[in-house]
Each structure stands twice: as structure tokens, then as C-alpha cells.
């Protein structure tokens, strides 16, 4: 089970930190992704990491902008949100995969474990 938190409303440039709190599964046994999906729009990865953390998938449009990080203490991830911008509202998903694999995955029908959603509203 996942718990998204952390959305809201923040004026262009500013700063949102996302967290996902993971329940059921430990750190390690699973492949872990941020989703956005805008109205109208596909569902969209912007970062994704592998089962050991050693592989990181950051989307061009956040690169340098957005950072995920972990807490194997508190069974949580985290996604630090820097310099928004307006086109990155957006509804935003953490997921998870059990996995054995080395990889990150990219596609939103490769996770298992999805989180309800927060709302990330970012005006101009």
C-alpha cells in the first residue's frame, strides 16, 4: 500500500516536497516510480529508480528540477520539487513493482502498487 502526501498550490518557481509512505514491502524488494498526469493528458513517468537505488530515471522536463530520495527508516520516498513551472500541475502518483530486476521501469502498467494521487497546482 502507498500513501501519497504533499500537494497543493505554489506560485511559479517555488518549491513542493512530495513524500510516498510504502507499507508491505521493504526497501529493496521493489522498483519505485513518480508518475503526472495532467487533464486531458497521458500518465507520465518523471522519475523512476531501481529495486537497489543505483539506477535513477529522471524525465527531461524535470531533470535538474526534481530529485527523489528515500528514508529505509521511515519506509519512505520522496520527491523534492524545485523551480516549478505552470506545465507541471498536474495530479501526482507514486508507484511501486515487486521486483528481482536491476531496472527502472517507465511505463505506468508495469507497476503494481499505486498511491491515491496528490494535486500539484503551480500559477503562473
Known amino acids: 500500500q502507498l500513501q501519497a502526501s504533499g500537494g497543493g498550490m505554489v506560485q511559479a518557481g517555488g518549491s513542493l516536497r512530495l513524500s510516498c509512505v510504502v507499507s508491505?514491502?521493504?526497501?529493496?524488494?521493489?522498483?519505485m516510480g513518480w508518475f503526472r498526469q495532467a487533464p486531458g493528458e497521458e500518465r507520465e513517468c518523471v522519475v523512476a529508480?531501481?529495486?537497489?537505488?543505483?539506477?535513477?530515471y529522471y524525465a527531461d522536463s524535470v531533470n535538474g528540477r526534481f530529485t527523489f530520495s528515500g528514508d529505509n527508516a521511515k519506509n519512505t520516498v520522496y520527491l523534492q520539487m524545485s523551480s516549478l513551472k505552470p506545465e507541471d500541475t498536474a495530479v501526482y502518483y507514486c508507484?511501486?513493482?515487486?521486483?528481482?530486476?536491476?531496472?527502472?521501469?517507465?511505463?505506468?502498467?508495469?507497476?503494481?502498487?499505486w498511491g491515491q494521487g496528490t494535486l500539484v497546482t503551480v500559477s503562473s
Open positions: 508491505g514491502r521493504k526497501f529493496g524488494s521493489v522498483a
Open positions: 529508480i531501481s529495486r537497489s537505488g543505483h539506477r535513477t
Open positions: 508507484a511501486a513493482k515487486a521486483s528481482s530486476s536491476g531496472g527502472y521501469f517507465l511505463r505506468s502498467w508495469s507497476y503494481e502498487y
